[in-house]
């Protein structure tokens, strides 16, 4: 054999591990194990990096992992051997084989706290179980680090057989429960397989079926969840089995069962005199709301056949089945709870929603219609903010819904909520152009309506940059674009800050310049040019009466603006703004070096300018520690620089003055 030939060689180890730790003997065949195993240097214990010994990969018989991709040339591999799982036969053979070394540790845990029986276990090894509980050195009741013995292993996989033989062995305890609570019984609950491993275990009297783990859900739980009759009956034939205990957040196998459409467990269980089909979680919620969120309409059915059911029990939230109902969609089920003269269709709950309204808001144009084939449900009914199935519609974009209530003459299209905002003002914020249209055709659908910040739908598009939508209501002649707020800002307040289209549409030159104010004009004018927006200054200049002044723009530290005010040849950089300081004080500290020389140029005035705090360029400048406008403030004025001293700043006494300045280019106004 080839394995013997490389053995004769005198520099191979025969017991050199691989990337992953393993050893030859971890991975060998049965016919090299013996040949391995007859050797004094190889560690029949050794290893590998997840702590499995030959002895733990052997009772599986599995020659490599499927979820690893190691490439045999490249991972420090011999190649040995290629292939899946060897047959149970081959397994114990090699098993046997590690076995009769009296050197051979047959319960060394690996990193994850498993045993070689633990893994015998899974893989359903019945007779290597059978051979290591036959040792004295072998724990069968040892748990891993999930607190999973190798009963509770056989239990997952449905290994019966395996879980008979530890059973006799009368060393394994039934009800162990794992770290999180779970017990073989759950964990077999949990798989479909795992029937026969019920069966055994519910026969014994030691058998608790109704522990519960660490959320409180009990085997029976489980089998609800898995949706298996058969678990869940051979479970309720166990007198003391409690069908109706609940987990930790209050809910029944029942309630979970409505929730995941197990119809025929439903049945089952609401048969047993011990269930309560009105039984509310801790969020008040019983299994029908549940159902009745879940589509599942046979289990309603089911559960409304219940003589002491209670359809319309309101939840801690104040909602209803039907609430559930009709804000899931679930039109047939809403037709069922409306067969019922004992359901409120028009409950509200805690946030004054109605049925109408859940359906509304989520788009459910049919469950909507079914609400209102009754005569007893308002369709204009408000929340606790005072909005209207209308609001909800428009603002969500259910162009369906709002064109079926705008057909109806008890819905008010112009109805306002706790913040005065109408459909159309929340139309218009979510960019709902359709409907803005749509509500804009009602004749009462005033556009012009103001809400609580004295806000008219248009300043909310304007603010948002919806362009699509602010042209709409600027086409209506009982719009006025220069109406102020509360805070006095008009629509170019919100639309200059940050889209200057939407300004410019608002400002396109009118015949009647009148409307808009020359003082609100003035304002806006310092407004965009402290700003930069020179799209909107431009627009602004061409309005009659209006005063270039710079301030703004030195302020913003925009060099574009200020030139643009300059052009317009009237202007006076000493301007004193309304709120104190001339231009070129409000360059931002002085930084703005360009602003501050094409101010400086403006040297027409006589007298040394001051503003309303009475300072002057020179003091102002030594203040600030700006060396440069102190130097140009010293050669536009004639100052001595005595006053820098008075300041502290002895770097700016000492600096030489500037040369005087040519004289300024006269300045043209733009047409």
């Not at 574009?560 to 004193?576: I, P, Q």
Request: glycine share 8%; proline share 6%; hydrophobic share 35%.
């Amino acid at each position: 054999m080839i394995s013997e030939m490389l053995l004769e060689q005198n520099g191979v180890n025969p017991d050199m591990a691989d990337k992953s730790g393993r050893t030859p003997l971890s991975w060998a065949a049965r016919g090299i194990v013996k040949i391995l195993l007859e050797r004094n240097d190889v560690n029949p214990n050794a290893a590998d990096e997840r702590g499995r010994t030959p002895l733990s990969w052997a009772v599986v018989g599995r020659v490599y992992e499927e979820d690893d991709d190691y490439d045999y040339d490249t991972e420090g591999r011999t190649n040995l051997a290629d292939g899946d799982y060897a047959s149970e036969r081959e397994c114990v053979i090699v098993v046997k084989m590690l076995l009769e070394r009296n050197d051979v540790n047959p319960h060394v845990a690996d990193k994850s706290g498993r045993t070689p029986l633990s893994w015998a276990a899974s893989h359903g090894r019945e007779e290597i179980v059978k051979m290591l509980l036959e040792r004295g050195d072998v724990n069968p009741d040892a748990q891993d680090e999930r607190g999973r013995t190798p009963f509770s292993w056989a239990a997952i996989y449905g290994h019966v057989e395996v879980g008979k033989t530890l059973l006799q062995s009368n060393r394994v305890n039934p009800n162990a429960a794992d770290k999180s609570g779970r017990t073989p019984l759950s964990l077999a609950a949990e798989h479909i397989w795992g029937f026969k491993t019920m069966e055994i275990l519910l026969k014994r009297s030691d058998v608790n079926p109704n522990r519960a783990d660490e959320r409180g859900r009990t085997p029976l739980w489980w089998a609800c969840i898995n949706g298996d009759e058969e678990m869940v009956e051979i479970l309720l034939e166990r007198k003391d089995v409690d069908p109706d205990t609940p987990d930790l957040s209050g809910r029944t196998p029942l309630s979970w069962t409505a929730e995941c459409g197990c119809w025929e467990i439903a049945k089952v269980l609401v048969q047993r005199s011990d269930v309560n089909a009105n039984t509310a979680d801790k969020s008040g919620r019983t299994p029908l709301s549940w159902a009745a969120e879940s589509r599942y309409d046979k289990i309603v059915e089911i559960l409304l056949q219940q003589s002491d059911i209670n359809p319309d029990a309101a939840d801690k939230s104040g909602r209803t089945p039907l609430s559930w109902a009709a804000g899931y969609g679930r039109e047939e089920i809403v037709k069922i709870l409306l067969g019922r003269n004992n359901v409120n269709p028009d409950a509200p709950d805690e946030r004054g929603r109605t049925p109408f309204l859940w359906a509304i808001m989520y788009g459910h144009a049919e469950v909507g219609k079914t609400l209102l084939e009754g005569d007893n449900v308002n369709p204009d009914r408000t929340d606790e903010r005072g909005r209207t199935p209308l609001s909800w519609a428009s603002s969500n974009g259910h162009k369906g819904i709002v064109e079926m209530l705008l057909e109806r003459n008890d819905v008010n299209p112009d109805s306002a909520d706790g913040s005065g905002l109408t459909p159309l003002s929340w139309a218009v914020m979510y960019e709902q152009k359709g409907i803005v249209e749509m509500l804009l055709d009602r004749n009462n659908a005033n556009p012009a309506t103001a809400d609580d910040w004295g806000r008219t739908p248009l300043p909310w598009a304007t603010g948002s940059g919806y362009g699509g939508v602010a042209e709409i209501p600027l086409q209506w002649s009982d719009v006025n674009p220069s109406r102020a707020d509360e805070s006095g800002q008009t629509l170019l307040w919100p639309a200059e800050s940050w889209h200057e289209g939407i300004a410019g549409m608002i400002l396109q030159p009118s015949d009647d310049s009148s409307d808009r104010g020359n003082k609100a004009v003035q304002t806006q004018l310092s407004r965009a040019t402290m700003l930069g927006h020179e799209e909107i200054v431009d627009i602004l200049s061409e309005q009659s009466d209006v005063s270039p002044d710079p301030t703004a723009a030195a302020r913003g530290g925009h060099e574009g603006a200020v030139d643009m005010l300059l052009e317009w040849g009237d202007v006076n950089s000493h301007t004193t703004a309304e709120v104190g300081g001339m231009a070129f004080t409000w360059t931002p500290g002085g930084e703005c070096q360009e602003i501050t020389e094409m101010l400086f140029e403006q040297n027409d005035v006589n007298s040394i300018p001051v503003d309303l705090s009475g300072q002057a360029p020179l003091p102002w400048a030594t203040e600030s520690g700006c060396a440069r406008v102190a130097q140009l403030a010293e050669g536009q004025y004639g100052l001595t620089a005595k006053l820098a001293l008075e300041g502290g700043f002895s770097e700016l006494s000492t600096a030489e003055p500037p040369e005087t300045p040519e004289p300024p280019l006269k300045r043209i106004r733009r047409i």
